[in-house]
């Protein structure tokens, strides 16, 4: 089809630069996912799993669950991180998901009812 119609490939450079190092506490990237992995018996199961990056240290946390995650899980393993790790950071930083926002509008996020109250 490239060739037939002269489509050009574009070829996007992905921009990155090394961030300044982070106050001990302050910042914690937290993303939910989900991948396949086989078990004991030879079948493939998918998981569903919450990882959790102290910046300062990169001290990790990471849960997994056997089931999709829904926002009151999601919310839970928040609570069990903070005891885990012993505080909450001054920081999180989330790509956007459906566990946690409805929509984004330049830069304004409208989180779910259900987070935004856990945020507040």
């Known amino acids: ?10 070829i996007v450079v992905r921009q990155y630069q090394a961030v300044e190092e982070l106050p001990m506490g302050y910042q914690a990237p937290v993303d ?3 991948t396949d992995l086989v078990n004991t018996a030879g079948k493939k199961v998918r998981v ?14 990471v ?15 928040h609570y069990r991180v903070f ?3 012993g505080g909450v950071p001054e920081e999180i930083v989330y790509d ?5 926002a409805i929509s984004e509008n330049f ?6 009812a259900e ?6």
């Open 48 to 61: 569903y799993g919450f990882g959790f990056v102290f910046s300062h240290s990169r001290y990790k946390y």
């Open 96 to 100: 956007q998901d459906r566990l946690l």
């Open 107 to 112: 830069g304004d996020v409208i989180y779910t």
């Open 115 to 120: 987070f935004e109250k856990f945020r507040q």
């Open 63 to 77: 849960e997994l669950d056997d089931k999709p995650l829904t926002t009151t899980r999601f919310i839970q393993m």
């Open 1 to 10: 089809m490239r060739v037939k119609h002269d489509i050009p490939k574009i």
């Open 83 to 85: 005891e885990f790790m």
């Open 32 to 34: 939910p996912g989900q």
